[in-house]
């Protein structure tokens, strides 16, 4: 597995869905209804207050053994950024693939590897790694405990591009 | 102290300094040249490779025993946001202050408080509180050990009021 999605635009689960438009987001910018949000964490299950595990994506081959939990996004922020937290148990990896969106990766749990062009970059307890735009890339779990980590990434993004290992 | 500033706009180094305008930032979108950036965290110096620590703000009165870090933002980064970390020494404070961008704080060490409007909310390992548009806050350590969290922000963002207390 792992890379085995061909060349196809993601699954509508993993881009569309939580995306705002430019145009959404400015009417509803400088509106100081809002309400603040603690999310508390639990250390024992490592799940926060208020956030549901969701799938990663549709099954389609190209990962496996990830699951998301959405911090930030698609509950009425304004904010021009989303935060997830995924994570990927011992064996599985997420997708191959490839945008002009950044991504900004901080390793909360355990230890895994990312994948960026052609060079693997082991991540521990609080790395920090920037994935520039356009760069193919794949977060992996090699080890024998569950690998976590946030994903900052823009609230409007282009929607990522399925590789296959050679076009890395 | 802690909120001994008046109701002045903050100084630039807080506000300024790291960002960019959207015409800048548009016009390197899209550009694959961006270089991987892995910034390496030490647990005994609690700091990342690459990221200096620098100063919160400006000394006016309004804040104490803050320092800051700047993992992503102003680094030719095409972000849409900033990540910063700061950390607050026991019995510092950061500014009380009021502004429409939007906050995302996740506490990544020790034990601190966070003041929304006149609610106070203690936070621990992970916990993530957002902090809506125009909400008066202030983020404080009564403890004896270092209180750190994650801020992220938006790139493109008002500038902070500072408040006193009885605007809270």
Chains 1, 2 share one sequence.
């Not at 997420?94 to 991540?123: D, N, P, W």
Request: with cysteine; charged share 30%.
């Amino acid at each position: 597995m792992g890379s085995s999605g061909g060349e196809a635009t993601a699954p509508s689960c993993d881009w569309g869905g939580a995306v705002e438009t430019s145009a959404k987001r400015k009417r509803s910018k400088n509106n100081p209804s809002g309400r603040t949000r603690l999310h508390r964490f639990d250390r024992k299950s490592h799940k926060w207050s208020g956030v549901q595990k969701e799938a990663y994506k549709k099954p389609d081959g190209s990962w496996a053994d990830v699951v998301r939990h959405t911090l930030i996004g698609g509950k009425g922020e304004n904010t021009d950024f989303h935060m997830r937290y995924f994570e990927v148990a011992p064996g599985g990896m997420t997708s191959l693939e490839s945008h002009q969106h950044e991504h900004v990766v901080v390793c909360i749990r355990g230890e895994g590897f990312c994948i960026v062009r052609k060079k693997e970059y082991a991540l521990g307890f609080m790395d920090v790694i920037y994935i520039p735009p356009g760069a193919p890339h794949q977060l992996r779990n090699k080890g024998k405990k569950p690998f976590g980590f946030f994903c900052i990434v823009d609230a409007e993004r282009d929607r990522p591009v399925l590789l296959k290992d050679k076009k890395l």
